[in-house]
C-alpha cells in the first residue's frame, strides 16, 4: 500500500510545486488600463492613484523578469485596478466640476428672472 501512495505523493507534490504561467494577459490589460486613463490626461504627478499603479506596474515586471508570476500577476491586477480608479476619480472630478458650472448657470437665470 505505501508502494503506492508514495509515487502519487510524489507526483501531487511536484505539481503544487509547479509554477505559475507567466502573466502576460494580465500584463497586458494593465497596460492597456494606464494607456486608456493617460489618454484623459490624468499624469501621476496629479494623481496618487496612478502613481501606485504605475509603481506596481514597475514590481510586476520586475518579478516577471525573476519567473515570480504569482507575485507579478498579483501586483499586475492591483496596478490595473489604481489605474482604473484613477480614471474613476478624475471623470468624478470633471462631472463635479460640469455640476458646479450648470449650478452657477441656473442661479444666474434665477437672478434674470427674478429682476423681471
Do not use: W
Request: charged share 25%; proline share 3%; hydrophobic share 40%.
Amino acid at each position: 500500500m505505501i508502494n503506492r501512495t508514495l509515487p502519487l505523493l510524489l507526483a501531487l507534490g511536484l505539481t503544487a510545486c509547479a509554477s505559475d504561467p507567466a502573466p502576460t494577459e494580465q500584463m497586458r490589460l494593465t497596460e492597456q488600463a494606464l494607456a486608456q486613463t493617460k489618454s484623459l490626461g490624468v499624469v501621476s504627478d496629479q494623481s496618487e492613484s496612478l502613481r501606485l499603479a504605475e509603481g506596481k506596474f514597475a514590481q510586476a515586471q520586475a518579478a516577471m523578469q525573476d519567473g515570480e508570476n504569482k507575485q507579478s500577476r498579483l501586483l499586475a491586477e492591483q496596478a490595473e485596478l489604481d489605474a482604473r480608479l484613477a480614471e474613476a476619480e478624475y471623470l468624478n472630478g470633471k462631472g463635479q466640476e460640469q455640476l458646479t458650472e450648470l449650478n452657477h448657470r441656473i442661479g444666474r437665470l434665477r437672478q434674470q428672472l427674478g429682476a423681471m
